[in-house]
């Protein structure tokens, strides 16, 4: 049988050809431009939402560490009295027993700001005094003056315990208040335990004076003897003197720490009012309060 016919008989049988014929190729569908846009936009909104909600929650968490430090400092203020036959801390004067951590001696201006002052009374001093990235300053080789003048909350110290020294707004000496009346507490007599009035309030000052400017020993209220705030809204670009150092940094809201052993965060506007601020103008209603007036 020739070759010719074997293939013909093959074909017959099978009913296959012996010559194949290529099989076409598969197609792939992929994306399109116009998809790709599509799920990139996607994929970026979503990471906003999610670091935006991060940052909220981080935000928020910070927040509540500052109440938290702020209670913790009401309780060592307050510890300070009761040890001390019910004399108030003062705000800024020089005390030759305040020593570190180490219980070294401190010598002024870093012995007479509050922190060191206080610190006997306080369990942590990164968790009372320092926080929320403040911490950083235990770790500089100026630590001691930094704890000092950087703690995140700074004291009222013209109406509570008294500011003694040359930066004073108005030293409560003997000769001054002879002349124009008690305006400053300085024993737990002089004060209801009730209150509400500001000891400490979240605080800033220029990087030049405190550890990149978060934080500082003392803030200002409004008006003394006479104007000390500017009339103008606080904002994050300000100077921070020009609004008594005091630092909205919640929401345009500050963490206040009242007397009365109260945590609490207070807007600009109840910071403008005097009764938060001066004993004397909470007993007498005066929100406008000046002293010696």
């Known amino acids: 049988m020739s070759s010719r016919l074997r293939k013909a008989f093959v074909f017959i049988v ?3 050809s012996q010559t194949k014929k290529p099989m076409p190729k598969r197609l792939h569908s992929g994306f399109s431009l116009l998809e790709l846009m599509v799920s990139v936009t996607i994929i970026a909104i979503l990471s906003t939402i999610g670091f935006g909600a991060y940052e909220m929650f981080k935000r928020k968490a910070m927040m509540a560490k500052e109440l938290s430090g702020a209670r913790n400092l009401l309780v ?7 040890n001390n036959g019910g004399r108030i801390l003062a705000g800024y004067q020089s005390d030759p027993d305040a020593v570190n951590e180490k219980g070294d001696e401190l010598y002024p201006p870093v012995n007479a700001r509050y922190p060191w002052r206080l610190y006997p009374y306080i369990q942590d001093v990164k968790g009372s005094l320092l926080y929320n990235g403040n911490e950083a300053v235990m770790d500089q080789d100026n630590s001691d003056y930094l704890v000092s003048v950087s703690p995140n909350l700074g004291m009222n110290t013209t109406f509570v315990g008294g500011h003694y020294g040359s930066g004073s707004l108005l030293r409560p000496s003997y000769r001054v208040e002879e002349k124009i009346g008690r305006f400053c507490v300085k024993q737990t007599s002089d004060i209801s335990k009730n209150a509400e009035i500001i000891v400490f309030l979240s605080a800033r000052s220029d990087p030049g004076e405190a550890w990149e400017g978060r934080g500082y020993f003392e803030v200002q209220p409004p008006q003394v003897l006479r104007a000390v705030w500017s009339p103008q809204k606080w904002t994050v670009d ?7 150092f005091i630092d909205l940094r919640w929401g345009d809201r500050a963490v206040a720490a009242m007397y009365d052993g109260s945590a609490r965060l207070m807007e600009e506007g109840e910071l403008r009012d005097m009764r938060y601020w001066a004993p004397r103008a909470a007993e007498t209603g005066n929100s406008q309060y000046f002293v010696g007036r």
């Open 14 to 16: 099978s009913g296959e």
């Open 76 to 82: 060592a203020f307050h510890l300070y009295s009761t």
């Open 238 to 244: 300000a100077k921070p003197s020009e609004h008594g």
